[in-house]
């Protein structure tokens, strides 16, 4: 059984910084890549932040240079960095993996809160 539990998110004035971690089990963790996602409030769920199996890392404009996505294959854990956060950056964040076959159940998410 596919199963997500994300961590780490809380409440941090704006310019600050988190560490979220996922600890992914139920699938062949090392093969598939690994991503963030959030939804703001009121909106709707979204990539953020992409790593793939080999390594190299893809991350949305409004993240680039603030963010950091990272892998543990030995842990099954995704991690996200977050830099010089912005109160755009609030949201309930989500980790999901992408390969063969496909995961399609979510975990709970860990809520980040950016304000003053």
């Known amino acids: 059984q596919v199963q997500f539990v994300e961590s780490g998110g809380g409440l941090v004035q704006p310019g600050g910084s988190l560490r979220l971690s996922c600890v992914a089990s139920?699938?062949?963790?090392?093969?598939?890549?690994l991503s963030w996602y959030r939804r703001p409030p009121g909106g709707t769920r979204a990539l953020v932040a992409t790593?793939?199996?080999?390594?190299?890392?893809n991350y949305i404009n409004a993240v680039k240079g603030r963010f950091t996505i990272s892998r543990d294959n030995d842990k099954n854990m995704v991690f996200l960095r977050m830099d010089n956060l912005k109160p755009d950056d609030t949201g309930v964040y989500y980790c999901?993996?992408?390969?063969?076959?496909?995961?399609?159940?979510w975990g709970q998410g860990t809520q980040v809160t950016v304000s003053s």
């Open positions: 999901m993996a992408g390969g063969n076959p496909p995961v399609r159940t």
């Open positions: 139920g699938f062949n963790f090392s093969t598939y890549a």
């Open positions: 790593v793939w199996v080999s390594g190299p890392s």
